[in-house]
Structures are given as C-alpha cells and as structure tokens.
C-alpha cells in the first residue's frame, strides 16, 4: 500500500524546485544570447550565422527526438503550425535582432525593444486567447517597462544605429510576440522534441531562402567564432528555447512575456562582469522595478 504514495512524496520536492528555478534559468540563458551572438557577428553575416545554428541544431534535436522515441504530429496542420511558430519565432526574431545588432544598434537598445514584448502581448492575449490581464499585472507590465527603460537609459546616448537596424528590430519584437500566442494557441500539444526538429528545420530553410539571395558572405572560423555557434546551439537553440515552449505551456502568456523584462538587466549586470561596464544607482532603481514588475504579473 505504501509504495505508490513513497514515490509521489519524494519527487514533488525535485518538481518544485524546477518550477521555482526555471524562470531564472531561462532568463540568464536567453540574456547569454546578446552576448555571443554578437561575438559570432564578428565573424559571419547575421543570416549565414543563423544558418549554420539552424543546421546543427537540427540535426541534434532529430538525433535526440529519434533516440527517446518522441511522438511526431499526427497530422500536416499540427505540422505547418509547428513551422509557423519555427520561422516566427526563430528566423525572424533571431534574423530581426541578428541584423538590427550588426546594423549598428547597440544590444541594450535592441533589447529595450525587444522588451516592449509583454505590453504587446498584454494587449493581444485577452481577444485570442480567453485570457484576462487584471489590473494588477497592467501595473507590472508598466513598472517592469519602466524598470527596463531606467537600466539602459545611459545607453540611449543618441546612438540609435540605422532605420534599418531599427526596422528589423520591430520585426524580431512583432514575430517573438506573435509567435509566443500562436504557439499558445495552436501548439499546446507539441511534443517539444519533435516539434523542435520541424522548427528549426523549418527556420532553417526560411533562413537558407534568404542567404540565396543576399549571398552567405565568409566566414572566419576562429576558436572564438565557433564558441559562440556552440553556445549559441547548446544554451540557446536547445535550452533556452525548450525552457520557453514549457513556460508557455505551463503558464498564461502574459505572464510567460513578462520575464523578457529581466533579460536586460541580466544583459547589463553581464556586460559589467565581461567587459567592466558600470551600473549607476539608477540602474539599480531600474533592476528593482523590473523584479517588482516580473512578480506582480507571474503572481497567480
């Protein structure tokens, strides 16, 4: 009679404690992607380093979804949705963010942008998806803003980059939102390792369309390019982003999009430990309202 119930007992601990620590970790994983993607920036085209990313994580995720056997979608609508979000969420995020950085922007701003995320899907979740966003998540929602905007406001320096920079970085932000509810809505399903084989495939060959027509540009495959590519597949490609499809699994999207509040100031608290960067107290203020913000939108 006892044995059933011993194993239930001795896992919940374990099972809390990665519900607890998957918000962090996916924060500080999503927030290394800044860095060493522009570290591979360095050294290849924005698309052609998207492209080997995509090529080698495909190949990883189908090795690891045929070696534990998971579930492929029964059907070709499960699949084209399972693509849609693949070339949403990965070509034209990363591609949008990849080009707005090598364009000139600075990662700060490109991040401010990007942060703008949970406001836009705040205000798109409650018609598509059933969901209510209650007052007090709206005022997390403007504090984590705040908070974001407080953190880089010594890198708004006037520096802005280029129109164009700035074009794809409204596209990475209109994609990752858009991809972060239709995933929601249409994906829920999916099997995370098999889905993940037909988005990158799927991103990859979006990405493979567009370097045959802008040209792949060379390549220097230094020790620090292929440190980035490695990061860039095994933290983000495989972690970071799996982390993401069972946040928004598990939890409201609203909720799931506040967390891209913390990535910059995770950004910033990086630079300051790599690079020598320093946070003022204003900075600070900004972090401490960017918490405050995350927590009164993921509080259930």
């Known amino acids: 009679m006892s044995s059933p119930i011993m194993p239930r007992t001795s896992s919940a601990p374990s099972s809390h404690l990665w519900q607890a620590a998957t918000p962090g970790l996916f924060v500080f994983l999503w927030s290394t992607g800044f860095i060493f993607s522009k570290l591979g920036l360095f050294y290849a085209q924005p698309f052609t380093l998207l492209l080997l990313r995509f090529a080698v994580t495909t190949a990883l995720m189908l090795v690891i979804a045929l070696a534990l056997r998971a579930p492929w979608p029964g059907s070709w609508s499960q699949v084209a949705h399972t693509a849609v979000v693949g070339v949403l969420l990965h070509a034209l995020y990363l591609g949008g963010s990849y080009v707005a950085i090598a364009a000139g922007i600075p990662a700060g701003i490109a991040a401010l942008i990007v942060g703008l995320q949970p406001l836009l899907t705040a205000t798109v979740v409650g018609p598509l ?149 320093t946070l003022g107290l204003l900075a600070l203020l900004g972090m401490a309202l960017a918490v405050i913000g995350v927590a009164l939108v993921m509080r259930r």
């Open 129 to 277: 998806l059933g969901e209510r966003v209650s007052a007090r998540q709206w005022l997390g929602l403007v504090l984590g803003f705040t908070g974001v905007a407080l953190v880089l406001w010594n890198k708004l320096d006037g520096d802005l980059g280029t129109l164009w920079g700035f074009a794809f970085a409204i596209v990475a932000l209109v994609a990752i939102t858009v991809a972060t509810v239709y995933q929601k809505r249409y994906c829920g399903a999916m099997d995370m390792r098999s889905g993940a084989v037909i988005q990158y495939a799927a991103a990859g060959l979006f990405t493979a369309a567009v370097v045959a027509v802008i040209g792949a540009g060379e390549v220097a495959w230094t020790g620090e390019f292929l440190l980035a590519l490695v990061w860039l597949v095994l933290a983000l490609s495989v972690g970071a982003i799996s982390l993401l499809m069972w946040l928004i699994r598990r939890g409201a999207a609203a909720r799931v999009a506040s967390l891209f509040y913390l990535v910059p100031p995770a950004v910033a608290v990086e630079s300051y430990l790599i690079f020598g960067e």
